[in-house]
């Protein structure tokens, strides 16, 4: 067998396997052509219609495909959920703000409070600075007070010095910083009347309203009416006033503007006017000031014990004598406050007196207050006193059988009967103010007069 045979030998299995035909260029191409047709198409019916349903599904698909050869090349079976969701970026998360508010508490101070915050020296530095704008010294018990936080760490404070103003501190990078803003409230008015049965605090109380009114109706008519030995029972009030809410709650009164009390029979009437020198009073319709050199009585809302008197059996020495005083049954620690303006002439203590204070006024008169189981800060001889502050509070030192104010007067170093003491009005409005005095009262004069219905819960009415 010659060379070339052989070769052909070796070949013949491979001759044995047939073979597809070479497609023709021709068809080639028609496939080509049919493929870029529909790839066209669908990628101009997308761009006609790109919805977000479609745009979500072809995003998932993207995100199956890719799964899917993750896990084909590490050989692992992996099942396709179609409605999970996809990854979303994720943003910079903003800082926690949290408000931790609580109220002051007795022995509380600006160290104890920021203990574990600041550094003795921060909160040193943070005192000293705040001087100007209010002094973190004098934290008040009862107050509110906010620690304000950005995640974990101190950003800012918050002080409520009074019902009206609040301290803000703000602690920055460069430092601190203060600021005292107002207290926002919703503030709605309103007039309230009621009927008195029992007392000025039970009509108030009925009516829905805080003691708090009773006592701002008590301070307003306290020159006219003896809350103590005056109220009758049909007695009645009409006063408008301004209710204060903070996030829909009531916290409070605020400015009284116009009221009326029927005493007895008699109506007096009270109008709140600031005049053009910045003065604010009330007065009566005419343009009277209701303030008087003398209130009617140094506690109000209290009961007389024992009156005036030249012959009284003494409770402890047995015998009679006279009793040149009013004595005022309260609780202890009641506050006492002194009837008009003028100057502590003696703060003092004895066997019989107890603790006492008396005051000095104008034209000769003066004051004594007995009994008492403590005395005010401002009670030091020399001290300038106006009417109505607290000079001390009611006890039972000396010779008394019980809580009690042993009230005395003297006119010119004698002892009169205070009960029987002619009221004397301060000056009225001046005559170029009286014009504009009669367009504020002629705002509430009405409501004013209308009658007042005896009911268990009489109602509020909003003034528009």
Same mark, same amino acid.
């Given at each position: 067998?010659?060379?070339?045979?052989?070769?052909?030998?070796?070949?013949?299995?491979?001759?044995?396997?047939?073979?597809?035909?070479?497609?023709?260029?021709?068809?080639?191409?028609?496939?080509?052509?049919?493929?870029?047709?529909?790839?066209?198409?669908?990628?101009?019916?997308?761009?006609?219609?790109?919805?977000?349903?479609?745009?979500?599904?072809?995003?998932?698909?993207?995100?199956?495909?890719?799964?899917?050869?993750?896990?084909?090349?590490?050989?692992?079976?992996?099942?396709?959920?179609?409605?999970?969701?996809?990854?979303?970026?994720?943003?910079?998360?903003?800082?926690?703000?949290?408000?931790?508010?609580?109220?002051?508490?007795?022995?509380?101070?600006?160290?104890? $409070?920021?203990?574990?915050?600041?550094?003795?020296?921060?909160?040193?530095?943070?005192?000293?600075?705040?001087?100007?704008?209010?002094? $973190?010294?004098? $934290?008040?018990?009862?107050?509110?007070?906010?620690?304000?936080?950005?995640?974990?760490?101190?950003?800012?404070?918050?002080?409520?010095?009074?019902?009206?103003?609040? *301290?803000?501190?703000?602690?920055?990078?460069?430092?601190?910083?203060?600021?005292?803003?107002?207290?926002?409230?919703?503030?709605?008015?309103?007039?309230?009347?009621?009927?008195? #049965?029992?007392?000025?605090?039970?009509?108030?109380?009925?009516?829905?309203?805080?003691?708090?009114?009773?006592?701002?109706?008590?301070?307003?008519?306290?020159?006219?009416?003896?809350?103590?030995?005056?109220?009758?029972?049909?007695?009645?009030?009409?006063?408008?006033?301004?209710?204060?809410?903070?996030?829909?709650?009531?916290? %409070?009164?605020?400015?009284?503007?116009?009221?009326?009390?029927?005493?007895?029979?008699?109506?007096?009437?009270?109008?709140?006017?600031?005049?053009?020198?910045?003065?604010?009073?009330?007065?009566? #319709?005419?343009?009277?000031?209701?303030?008087?050199?003398?209130?009617?009585?140094?506690?109000?809302?209290?009961?007389?014990?024992?009156?005036?008197?030249?012959?009284?059996?003494?409770?402890?020495?047995?015998?009679?004598?006279?009793?040149?005083?009013?004595?005022?049954?309260?609780?202890?620690?009641?506050?006492?406050?002194?009837?008009?303006? %003028?100057?502590?002439?003696?703060?003092?203590?004895?066997?019989?007196?107890?603790?006492?204070?008396?005051?000095?006024?104008?034209?000769?008169?003066?004051?004594?207050?007995?009994?008492?189981?403590?005395?005010?800060?401002?009670?030091?001889?020399?001290?300038?006193?106006?009417?109505?502050?607290?000079?001390?509070?009611?006890?039972?030192?000396?010779?008394?059988?019980?809580?009690?104010?042993?009230?005395?007067?003297?006119?010119?170093?004698?002892?009169?009967?205070? *009960?029987?003491?002619?009221?004397?009005?301060?000056?009225?409005?001046?005559?170029?103010?009286?014009?504009?005095?009669?367009?504020?009262?002629?705002?509430?004069?009405?409501?004013?007069?209308?009658?007042?219905?005896?009911?268990?819960?009489? #109602?509020?009415?909003?003034?528009?």
């Amino acid at each position: 067998m010659t060379k070339k045979n052989r070769h052909n030998n070796r070949r013949t299995p491979n001759l044995a396997v047939k073979r597809k035909p070479e497609p023709s260029r021709l068809t080639f191409s028609f496939f080509a052509f049919l493929a870029m047709a529909i790839f066209g198409a669908a990628i101009f019916f997308n761009f006609l219609a790109p919805d977000e349903t479609q745009s979500s599904i072809d995003w998932s698909a993207k995100g199956v495909s890719a799964r899917n050869a993750y896990h084909a090349d590490n050989d692992q079976d992996f099942t396709v959920q179609e409605d999970e969701p996809l990854p979303e970026a994720c943003a910079p998360l903003e800082p926690e703000i949290t408000r931790m508010s609580d109220t002051i508490k007795s022995g509380d101070t600006p160290s104890t $409070l920021l203990e574990g915050h600041l550094g003795l020296s921060e909160i040193y530095s943070l005192c000293n600075e705040s001087k100007d704008h209010y002094p $973190l010294e004098n $934290l008040r018990a009862g107050q509110p007070w906010t620690m304000i936080y950005s995640n974990t760490d101190l950003i800012g404070l918050e002080y409520e010095i009074d019902a009206n103003e609040r *301290l803000i501190v703000a602690l920055t990078d460069s430092g601190y910083e203060f600021r005292r803003e107002a207290i926002p409230y919703d503030v709605e008015t309103k007039t309230v009347s009621a009927v008195i #049965q029992s007392s000025l605090f039970g009509a108030v109380t009925q009516a829905g309203e805080s003691e708090e009114l009773a006592l701002r109706l008590g301070n307003v008519f306290a020159y006219d009416v003896d809350f103590t030995r005056d109220l009758r029972e049909g007695d009645s009030f009409t006063v408008i006033i301004q209710k204060k809410y903070r996030e829909g709650n009531f916290v %409070g009164y605020g400015q009284l503007s116009a009221a009326s009390f029927t005493n007895q029979g008699q109506t007096y009437y009270a109008y709140q006017y600031t005049d053009t020198k910045g003065n604010t009073a009330f007065y009566d #319709q005419k343009g009277r000031p209701l303030r008087k050199a003398f209130l009617k009585s140094p506690l109000p809302f209290t009961r007389i014990s024992s009156g005036y008197s030249m012959s009284r059996m003494h409770p402890i020495l047995k015998y009679r004598r006279p009793h040149q005083a009013i004595d005022y049954s309260a609780p202890t620690g009641t506050p006492i406050s002194t009837v008009a303006d %003028g100057v502590i002439a003696q703060v003092g203590s004895n066997n019989s007196q107890g603790r006492f204070v008396r005051v000095s006024h104008s034209n000769g008169y003066e004051t004594i207050y007995n009994h008492m189981s403590k005395f005010a800060k401002v009670s030091k001889k020399g001290a300038k006193v106006k009417q109505g502050q607290v000079i001390g509070y009611v006890g039972s030192t000396g010779y008394s059988t019980g809580p009690h104010l042993d009230f005395r007067m003297r006119l010119n170093g004698k002892l009169i009967n205070p *009960l029987k003491l002619k009221t004397i009005p301060a000056d009225p409005i001046a005559a170029k103010e009286m014009p504009s005095f009669n367009s504020a009262v002629a705002v509430f004069k009405a409501e004013l007069e209308k009658p007042v219905q005896a009911a268990i819960e009489p #109602q509020s009415a909003s003034i528009n």
